[in-house]
């Protein structure tokens, strides 16, 4: 097959461009001795396809002023990647039915088997229904303002005042930013009746019982089930929850307070200003680099040639777009990095996060086929989480951004969000496995009154007596519930593993990080829990062994905390 030479050759192209090639596919004869020669070519187009894609976002989204760059991007994302997306599923099949399992697709097979049996021709209608609802959620929420000195402002503009010192400014920015979601409460809730009843009924058409168990297949969740989910809600609830409740007391503390209330607790207790490590994107690159180089010589070269190579872009400025993202270059087998830092802690905190992605896309790069490359979130989290936790100890001197003192705040606050996120966690993967499997959760009144309780479950040492319409508001803000459904369990598995391989690193940090990297260098040739194991970690919902981690981080909390002047 004649290929396209790179990935360049394909920035202008149009569908009728692209088709072509999926049709020569199609059409090509398969049999065992042909495979290899068509998977090759197949995946080499997708690598060839998929950087183009990426390659016009990353222009769009570093420059949107420029009209033309826009509508190359929107030609990609909108016009050729759901119709590219049909193709390869076309091709999919094609390889499935040939009953072969090349060595080394054994997952990827897997994967496509389970796509394609649970596809069901009656159900693509409401699946474009349930895309309509999720831009809808998404047109309701954007573009929220909070009224704020008789001003009205986008809620991000708020998070200053609720990390604000005195009291009262941080209580009325907490209520100022949610009123907004009280306001559109009931349109949200219809909204999700909607969605609970296409969903349901998707999953009952694909002849499954409910839309959980139709998500685990479709999520291609093959070595962990609802069940082990239950267990890993009972166990954050028995060892996570009463160690954050400590943590909330001893800010409780601290804050001297005579009940610690939901607007306590973004503000830093241990300092008045919010941390700023740094100015420039350009200075953050190298002090990331200097981590990097404190951690690993490879991943540190890794981090290099992001720099050397222009795939860093990490400054906030006019007319870029907002957020971040980590998106591979598959052709080139390159990582980009896409930030706003604004000089914060929490800039350098994503910064270290996605150069774990980073080094997931340089590591499976070694893998030959595209589909052998990504594994799911579990794995993905793993690695960007990980490298959160490895490089925590190495914020402060002598390779650090921060002075000691800041090192130790900026440590603390990582390592208590870890506890205040599992907690999270639970409780809204308990909510969504409630809303589809208890058969109440197209009750609007029934399903508010099952997250208060949830909520009140796995949410100890917050005291939100009064604001109980406040409480409820908090899940319509959770975006996932109602875009991404059942997408958050992954957080929590990941950071499971992620703080087995810091306990591991503080044993012998040279053989951790190694391991790290040959776990990240199978991509999605193996399972979940091979992967893991290959990490040096265990994938595990085990009361007892959540309950070790849990014990290891407090103590570091603890001893932490103790060497914090004025503590
Ligand atoms: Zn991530």
């Known amino acids: 097959m004649k290929l396209p030479e790179s990935s360049a050759a394909l920035a202008g192209a149009t569908w009728e461009d692209c088709l072509p090639y999926y049709e020569a596919l199609a059409q090509l004869p398969l049999d065992a001795a042909s495979l ?24 769009y989204t570093c420059d949107t002023t420029d009209p033309a760059k826009e509508a190359a991007h929107l030609r990609f994302s909108t016009e050729i990647l759901p119709k590219a997306e049909e193709q390869s599923v076309r091709l999919a099949r094609r390889l499935v039915e040939t009953g072969l399992v090349p060595e080394g697709l054994e997952t990827t097979v897997a994967r496509f088997k389970t796509s394609i049996e649970i596809f069901r021709e009656e159900n693509v209608p409401l699946f474009a229904e349930l895309e309509e609802m999720a831009s809808k959620y998404q047109r309701i929420t954007g573009g929220m303002m909070a009224e704020w000195e008789g001003e009205q402002l986008p809620l991000p503009m708020l998070s200053p ?70 267990r890993f809600h009972d166990a954050v609830d028995a060892v996570v929850v009463p160690a954050y409740a400590r943590v909330l007391a001893a800010r ?45 010589p490879v991943l540190a070269g890794q981090f290099r040639i992001m720099m050397e190579e222009g ?24 990582p980009f990095i896409f930030m706003n830092a604004s000089g914060v802690l929490d800039d350098l905190v994503t910064l270290l996060h996605e150069a774990g992605h980073a080094f997931h896309a340089f590591a499976s790069h070694a893998q030959p086929l595209v589909w052998q490359r990504h594994p799911g979130a579990e794995a993905a989290e793993l690695a960007s989480m990980s490298m959160e936790l490895l490089s925590g100890p190495h914020l402060g001197p002598p390779d650090g951004m921060l002075d000691q003192r800041d090192a130790a705040i900026a440590r603390l606050e990582h390592l208590e969000d870890v506890l205040g996120n599992l907690v999270h966690i639970a409780s809204v993967d308990a909510f969504q496995s409630w809303i589809y499997s208890s058969g109440e959760g197209g009750d609007a009144v029934v399903r508010d009154q099952a997250w208060l309780r949830i909520r009140s479950r796995f949410e100890q040492g917050v005291d939100w007596s009064g604001l109980e319409r406040e409480r409820v508001a908090r899940w319509y803000r959770q975006l996932h519930i109602f875009m991404y459904p059942f997408y958050y369990i992954e957080y929590g598995i990941a950071q499971i593993g992620a703080l087995q391989i810091w306990r591991n690193s503080r044993k012998d940090h040279a053989a951790t990080v190694a391991r790290y990297r040959e776990a990240l260098a199978l991509g999605a040739v193996r399972g979940l829990p091979d992967i893991y194991r290959a990490a040096g970690a265990e994938l595990t919902f085990d009361r007892g062994k959540i309950g070790e981690l849990v014990q290891l981080v407090e103590s570091e909390i603890e001893r932490v905390r103790s060497e914090l002047p004025g503590s």
């Open 161 to 230: 005042f609720l990390q604000a010192r005195d009291r009262t400014v941080r209580e009325r920015a907490f209520r100022a930013t949610v009123i907004p979601y009280m306001d559109v409460q009931p349109a949200l809730s219809q909204l999700f009746d909607s969605m609970y009843a296409h969903r349901q009924r998707a999953a009952r058409q694909a002849d499954f019982r409910d839309f959980q168990t139709f998500s685990f297949a479709a999520k291609h969740r093959f070595d962990y089930t609802p069940g082990d989910c239950e």
């Open 36 to 59: 290899p020669g068509w998977l090759a070519d197949w995946s080499r187009f997708e690598s060839l396809l998929s950087e183009a894609v990426s390659l016009a976002m990353i222009a």
């Open 311 to 334: 795939l860093l872009d990490l400054d906030s400025r006019k007319g870029k777009a907002p957020g971040g993202y980590c998106d591979t270059l598959h052709v080139k087998g390159r």
């Open 252 to 296: 409780r503390q601290r804050l001297n307070l005579e009940a610690l209330r939901p607007w306590d607790l973004p503000v830093n207790p241990y300092r008045a200003e919010p941390l700023r490590p740094f100015q420039t994107g350009d200075e953050l690159a190298r002090g990331t680099q200097k981590i990097m180089g404190a951690l690993d």
